[in-house]
């Protein structure tokens, strides 16, 4: 915990695209626990405390707090990160974060989830009043009916109860003022990144209707209604969450699509689709969605890397036919025919003369189709 800093926990490979993930008003990052593991798979996870809350400083916010208070401390988060562009998932209070960024600094966010939260929370009066009892009588009387207020009848996370009731009361209060002063409602055609709405369809404190009303507001927003989920959605129906947001973030089989197109050529991938049949139709899907959506976008290693490192990998296996669509796929990705040559010149040594021999007749053939045998033969 720093007095400066939002305490936070960061999961995935620091080289993959960056996803935040804002808490909901009584809990910690502890709400994503379920989740972010699983979207940490394709992201630079980095999952934060409300101030007061969790390990984050009470000291952070004060009295008369609003939420653009609570996307600054996220803006300097994400600087003290390395983190100039993102992607962001927020429920209640931090899909209202996520929603201020998205006005107020487009620029900084790739695109956005508003999970069980609204573009205001009912007016002020509710909120000035609860901030009033808390200052008053602490935490304790609300922790008492936070299941009633989170989830359905007879369920429970004890965890997320107990950081309820040890949040600091003053900064608790705070963010009661940051939820009674906003209202973007007049503001939401004006988002431009892409958007996700995830409605708990039993949620009494943002119930769908509110999720609809920022959906038909901003041009292209996309909505999921989840049966059985109330207000804390990622910790009472995870799998469901983490199904919407893997397609709204990752872009599932469309991204991976677009890069093996870029890849293999037209040409090639409207051949494979044209061969498709019910059969193989799921294979496809799984060949683009984590062959080509994920592992060829990971920015670790460039395209030429890639296409030396599969070169190499098809001629230890024997796998000419596919070896001759990467040999175009390596010319596509900038590898020169002497490039190539050198590659399998190197599995010679690795893979067998033989192995390497088959390699350069398969990798000669498709040259001289392309015109340009060069010296790799």
């Known amino acids: ?23 909901s008003l009584g809990t910690s990052y502890a709400l994503w626990d379920l989740v972010a593991p699983e979207l940490s798979v394709t992201h630079r996870v980095i999952r934060w405390d409300l101030p007061g809350h969790g390990g984050s400083a009470a000291g952070l916010i004060g009295p008369g707090a609003t939420v653009a208070d609570l996307a600054a401390l996220v803006l300097a988060l994400a600087d003290s990160l390395g983190v100039d562009r ?33 573009a205001h929370f ?7 009043e609860r901030a009033e009892q808390v ?27 107990r950081d309820h009731r040890d949040a600091d009361p003053g900064a608790y209060a705070a963010c009661c003022d940051a939820l009674a002063a906003f209202d973007l409602r ?38 999921v209604e989840i049966p059985g989920a109330s207000h804390l959605a990622p910790a009472q129906c995870p799998r469901a969450v983490l199904t919407a947001l893997r397609a709204h973030f990752d872009g599932g089989a469309e991204r ?18 044209a061969r498709q049949t019910p059969f193989t139709a799921r294979f496809q899907d799984f060949i683009s969605r984590y062959a080509w959506g ?71 053939r498709v040259l001289a189709e392309e015109g340009e045998e060069g010296s790799a033969g």
């Open 1 to 23: 915990m720093t007095d400066r800093l939002l305490n936070h926990r960061t999961e995935g490979p620091a080289t993959a695209p960056p996803l935040l993930l804002g808490p």
């Open 86 to 118: 993102f992607a962001y998932a927020g429920v209640s209070l931090g899909g209202a974060v996520g929603l201020h960024l998205a006005v107020h600094h487009p620029e900084r966010v790739s695109s956005l989830a508003v999970i069980c939260s609204s």
């Open 122 to 128: 009912n007016g002020s009066r509710p909120w000035r």
């Open 135 to 161: 200052r008053r009588e602490g935490l304790d009387a609300l922790a008492e009916s936070a299941d009633a207020r989170w989830f359905t009848d007879g369920f429970t996370v004890p965890e997320l109860v």
């Open 186 to 223: 007049d503001r939401l055609d004006g988002i431009r990144v892409p958007t996700l709405l995830v409605a708990g369809r039993q949620d009494p404190a943002t119930p769908p209707a509110h999720l609809r009303e920022i959906a038909d507001a901003v041009p292209g927003a996309a909505l």
């Open 256 to 273: 991976g699509m677009e890069v093996r197109r870029q890849v293999l050529g037209d040409t090639h991938v409207d051949r494979a689709q």
């Open 294 to 364: 994920e592992i060829w976008t990971d920015p670790t290693l460039t395209r030429r890397e890639r296409s030396m490192i599969t070169l190499t990998a098809l001629v230890a296996h024997g796998h000419y036919d596919e070896l001759a669509m990467h040999v175009r796929a390596a010319r596509r990705n900038g590898l020169t025919p002497d490039e190539i040559g050198a590659v399998l010149l190197q599995t010679a040594v690795y893979c067998g003369v033989p192995a390497a021999n088959s390699a350069f007749a398969t990798a000669q």
